[in-house]
């Protein structure tokens, strides 16, 4: 069992930057690990995810060329890097961990067996 927590969310201005964090309570090195949204309102959506090694990445259209999805597998962490955000990006971002995929596609929300809290993005416009 994984717990993870999710850590670095706030308000932003427009264009600004932000890094989320997730935390887990065991070794995350065997999990595919990605990063969801979700805005009040709507279905939750992909955002990020990463290979089990950090060698494979994926990113929704949304977010590419702005978000950088990085993990740390000595500390059990994994980050979000959130560049030129925009009133959009506004959501709670959740971390998850799947011990089932071993490279992209990340996508799927089902693919993932943990879950975190998530934790609040606020851009301002």
């Known amino acids: 069992q994984v717990h993870l927590v999710e850590s670095g969310g706030g308000l932003v201005q427009t264009g600004g930057s932000l890094r989320v964090s997730c935390a887990a309570s065991?070794?995350?090195?065997?999990?595919?690990m990605g990063w969801f949204r979700q805005a009040p309102g709507k279905e939750r959506e992909f955002v990020a995810g990463i290979s089990w090694s950090g060698g494979s990445t994926d990113y929704a259209d949304s977010v590419k060329g702005r978000f950088t999805i990085s993990r740390d597998n000595a500390n059990n962490a994994v980050y979000l890097r959130m560049d030129s955000l925009e009133p959009v990006d506004t959501a709670i971002y959740y971390c998850?961990?799947?011990?089932?995929?071993?490279?992209?596609?990340?996508?799927?929300?089902?693919?993932?067996?943990?879950w975190g809290q998530g934790t609040q993005v606020t851009v301002s416009s």
């Open positions: 998850a961990a799947s011990f089932t995929t071993y490279d992209a596609p990340f996508d799927r929300a089902s693919q993932y067996d943990y």
């Open positions: 065991g070794s995350i090195r065997d999990y595919a």
